[in-house]
């Protein structure tokens, strides 16, 4: 058998179905919710927020079945992406999407929105404890291996409280935010101090630097929800530096644009969808000119972008390069 006939063989693909694929139904989840938010105050977007939601629920549900499906035929590979410096990172992403949709169902169906996020709390709690005490534990990984997508595993946790205070769990919400937002700040250092003394990010995962301005912009949601809706000083603080780190990853789209398209691409989605929600809720509580502006263009660029992976990820699925080795 040719390396290519090996390459496309059934077993072979389904051994490379990468936990990164996740990533895409984070980022149409995170999509949904932005239209849903930004629905208020244009109702048509309501309406396609809901035909979102719908093909996200069953992209999640048929990644979710495949993985499972890989977990039996390719325990190998599964126990290879979870020793995987970078790759263990995004296991947390099934705990984000839970916690995504469960803020979704918020405004649709409370009873379902509450089972969801307790099944995203627990997830996020387990992933949370196993990925950081492989982090200390670890014999293998170096500061080369440090890239924001070291952010996933935590960023779960400040989630959290944007369903579960409108459920009633307040110190529980406290717990998770409290803990997302201090590991999030270790973290931010450390990777600040990888990119500014240390060789540059691999070409593939350069379009992680997205994730840079997505704890601070849902550390804002969540701390505004949490405090009552009002905006202290602390909340703008919050809000203020997501927006100068989403102007700093802005400024390198001229060489963002020139790398190769790869799933990690999907990372672009759900960050520009945190900061497009943090926007919105920012104009509702100051309506400045300029913060709508923000938003709306927020929006546009991420309607933008999600259009862009969509066509290139149906493009490399039909050429066949996806699933298969890095």
């Known amino acids: 058998m040719s390396s ?4 496309d063989h059934p077993h072979t693909r389904l051994c490379h179905f990468h936990i990164t694929i996740f990533a895409i139904v984070l980022g149409l989840s995170g999509y949904a919710l932005a239209m849903q938010k930004a629905g208020a105050l244009l109702p048509p977007l309501h309406a396609a927020s809901t035909i ?21 035929a390719c325990p190998g590979a599964v126990a290879g992406e979870w020793n ?48 950081i005490s492989e982090w200390i534990r670890h ?16 960023v779960g946790s400040i989630i959290v409280p944007i369903a579960g205070f409108p459920h009633g769990f307040t110190e529980l919400s406290w717990f998770f935010f409290s803990v997302g937002l201090i590991y999030w700040l270790i973290l931010l250092v450390i ?16 379009p992680t630097i997205f994730i840079l301005f997505a704890p601070p912009a849902i550390g804002f949601i969540a701390y505004v929800r949490m405090t009552g809706g009002g905006l202290d000083p602390f909340a703008r603080i ?72 969509a066509v290139k990820t149906l493009k490399a699925v039909r050429r066949r390069e ?5």
């Open 139 to 154: 014999e293998q990984f170096k500061i080369e291996h440090m890239t924001p997508a070291w952010f996933i595993p935590i």
């Open 191 to 206: 990777v600040m101090y990888r990119m500014f003394f240390h060789a540059p990010i691999a070409e593939r995962l350069i």
């Open 322 to 326: 996806i699933c298969i080795e890095d």
């Open 238 to 309: 919050l809000y203020s530096f997501s927006l100068f780190m989403f102007f700093l990853v802005l400024y390198q789209l001229p060489r963002l644009v020139k790398i190769r398209f790869y799933l990690s691409w999907w990372a672009y989605s759900f960050p520009l969808a945190a900061k497009t929600l943090a926007s919105f809720l920012m104009l509702s509580l100051t309506h400045d000119p300029f913060t709508r502006f923000i938003a709306w263009f927020e929006l546009a660029f991420l309607t933008f972008i999600i259009a862009v992976l």
């Open 52 to 72: 979102l939601l719908y093909v996200t629920i069953a992209l999640f549900a048929a990644v979710g079945i495949t993985y499972l499906y890989k977990g039996f």
């Open 84 to 131: 995987h410096p970078i790759k263990i990172n995004f296991f947390p992403l099934v705990a984000k999407i839970l916690l995504v949709l469960s803020v979704i169902l918020l405004e649709r169906h409370m009873a379902a929105s509450r089972y969801v996020w307790m099944a995203g709390t627990v997830l996020q709690f387990v992933a949370s404890i196993a990925i």
């Open 4 to 7: 290519r006939e090996k390459q």
